[in-house]
Each structure stands twice: as C-alpha cells, then as structure tokens.
C-alpha cells in the first residue's frame, strides 16, 4: 500500500505497510540492493548513510547473506553516541558486529563518526570528512516514539536554529547517553533517496501525526526523489 502524503510541504512521503516484520525486512533489503546497482552502474560507486535501532540491524544481519559489489560500498552514520569505539551501544559497534565485519567492504569506505572525541571535536571532524561526497545515495532512518529521528530529538536546540552546519554536536538528549553528533536535517536531506523503517505498537502515534502535517523531526527530512516509509501494521495502527 502506497499513498502520498498531501500534508507535507517539503517532504514528499510514500508510505508503505507491510503485513509484518519479515516482509518489510526483506522489501528494504532489496531496495537498498536495488539502489546499490543503480548507483554503482552510473557512477561507480553507492553511498549509504546507516541508522541505529532494532529494525536496522535485523537488516543488516539480513544484509551479510547477500551477494553485492561490496568494493564500490561507501558506509557512512546518521548518528553516533559519544561512547567508546567499542561500546555495544555505539551505532558503528552494531552494524560492524552484524554486517560489516563479514562483508569486504574496504575499511577505508567505512566512514565512523569519531564520537568518543565529544559532540564538538566529532562534529566538526565527520562535517570535514563529508566534504568528500555531496549527495548520498540512500539514507536509512528510524523513528522514535516521540517522533524523533538519528539524534534529532524534538523540542531541542537544533529546532530553533535558522540554519543548520552539516553535522550538529547533540547535548542533553532525553535518551541516554545525552551527548550525541548527528547529521542535521540539511544534510541527511542531501539524497537521492531516504528510507524509513518503522515498527511497532508504540511508534503509531507518532506516524499517525507524521502522517497529519505534525512537524516531528522525522517530517523534516527530505530527498530528491522523495521519502520511502516502511511500516509494520502496528506502526500502522492496523
């Protein structure tokens, strides 16, 4: 099911829902396998900016069983927790432990975000490295119960800004731990496509003001060729 979201001004939303978990799990792993050979078949290369969450490592895990050009994979981060290299709870650990290790793509194509530096040196330091690619290819985004999405949390300063750097340093985030960097609303807009992955009871209402006009941080991304929303029926409030 697909429908077009006719309250969004700049966010052009297709919404899809899927009758449970595996099938939405394998609709994104293809489209981001689809995207990757279109990618690489015009310009010898696919970007991919990853996102955190439950949903997006059973992705990945899905991920390393597949057969890609994995030497042209650029891997970059929405977000990251200011916390050592190898916390379980980094959002690099993760997709390392459940993907990345066991695919060879070239590290070099790995690009972390140095968080254990803090919010301030990291930012700056991943907004630098990001000059190197202007556009992404595929961004991957989750949302929380509160609407949020990477660490864009609403009510926070990065809201009140009249513009946004390339990467924001997070502080006193209501989730734990407060000190995060996450690309700004700007920069994750800067793709050909971005795909939500949505799930679970507790995400409905937050979709359902998403889906009403309701300027939650996740309505503020955009793409080029607009915004992919994968739900599970009970995002969906089905």
Known sequence: MTTLNPNAAAQQ??????????ALEDAAVARILATADEA?????????????????????????????????????FGDERCLSPQDPERNSRMAMMAWLAHVPIP????????????AEAAAHDYAELLKTVAHFDLVLLGMGEDGHTAS???????????????VLPIHDAPKP?????????????????VLFLVTGVAKAGAVRDWKAGVAIPASRITATEGVDVYLDAQAAGI
């Open 13 to 22: 939303s297709r919404w899809h829902v899927f009758d449970n978990l595996h």
């Open 152 to 166: 864009l949390f609403p009510m926070q300063e990065w809201e009140r800004a009249i513009a946004w750097p390339s």
């Open 107 to 118: 590290f070099a194509q790995i690009h972390e975000i140095p968080a254990e530096l803090g």
């Open 40 to 76: 690489i078949a015009a310009r010898g290369a696919f970007h991919l900016v990853l996102a955190g969450g439950t949903t997006p490592r059973q992705v990945y895990e899905a991920l390393r069983a597949e057969q890609a050009n994995w030497k042209h994979w650029h891997i970059w």
């Open 177 to 193: 731990p407060p000190d995060r960097v996450s690309l700004s609303p700007d920069r994750l807009s800067a793709a050909g496509r």
